[in-house]
């Protein structure tokens, strides 16, 4: 029967916009982590502009929930690995073992095979086992015994560490730390949101009730449409503008990398894109300029002494770099 002979056409199903596929993942993670939703969009932001994510912060404010509950959200295999100072770097990415049967070697993957990877204390390693994630968190392999493995996609390294427990740790190089798209801190909750955090944990852990509500495909479909958000010629030289005037700042003495310009650049576009525009604006650059560049740069000595941190320099930054007016182009 043809549509004019009075046939119904079959309702079409709808397809999920960025902001909502967004909206839907930190909302489940909001159900395990209560109170943090500003932290939660950046991880949800560090998932989909392919970065990786570091969590500095005390124990037990949930850093290990948040990675279980993105990993359940996005229906990714979730990997840990505690760091140790005898961890080494074949418990990260693998082993190649002899198979008496085969007379072969047979590759046995390492926990960083996985979507979302837990890298926990990760300064308590030795900076040999920390370098094993240098590869696979740049190009998403690992290398092993002259054979290269890819990881699937998609793929997030979430490190933590302990910034008041020094005893035993080995700090990270500017050079890893330069790997991680975003620095942040969750916090303790506020004195409502722990009694929400001590009712909804009572009697069973929330994590088990966890499920799926994107798929790898999506997240996958997300981190393409990312690219795709238009960064006008005045925004990209107020990028450039911002990363010279941390290079020239006097209370500065490393700025900004271009791997930072580029990574700001890119993240600045997955919040475009979760707030339904396509194109950036200065306030996205302004929101993320001190997790994405806040542990990209080192004051100086004499600035430290005077109480200046790195957060106190880069508002200075913000302060003097003149804002773009013009509209999108």
Sequence with gaps: MSPGDGAVAAPQEHVATFP?????????????????????????????????????????VGKTSLAKALAASIDGEFGRMQFTPDLLPSDVVGVSVFDRGTSRFEFRPGPVFANVVLADEINRASPKTQSALLESMAERQVTVDGQTHLLAPP????????????EGTYPLPESQLDR???????????????????????????LDSIRPVVTAADVHAMANAVKGV?????????????AVATRRHPAIALGM????????QRVTRARAAAAGRTYVTPDDVKALVTPVIGHRILVTPEAQLGGVTSADALADVLRSVPIPTSAPA
Excluded: W
């Excluded at 991680?180 to 929330?206: C, K, N, Q, T, W």
């Excluded at 990398?257 to 700001?264: D, K």
């Design 20 to 60: 909502e596929l967004f909206d839907r993942i930190a909302g489940n993670i909001a159900q395990v982590i209560q109170g943090k939703n500003e932290v939660i969009e950046l991880v949800v932001l560090c998932l989909v502009a392919e970065g990786h994510l570091l969590l500095e912060d005390v124990p037990g």
């Design 180 to 206: 991680f798209l975003m620095r942040v801190s969750m916090g303790y909750p506020s004195r409502d949101d722990e009694l929400a955090i001590l009712s909804a944990h009572a009697e069973d852990d929330v």
């Design 155 to 166: 793929f997030l390294v979430i490190a933590t560490q302990n910034p008041i427990e020094h």
């Design 257 to 264: 990398s271009p791997r930072a310009t580029l990574n700001l």
């Design 230 to 242: 238009h960064v006008a010629p005045a925004l990209a030289t107020y990028l450039v503008d911002l």
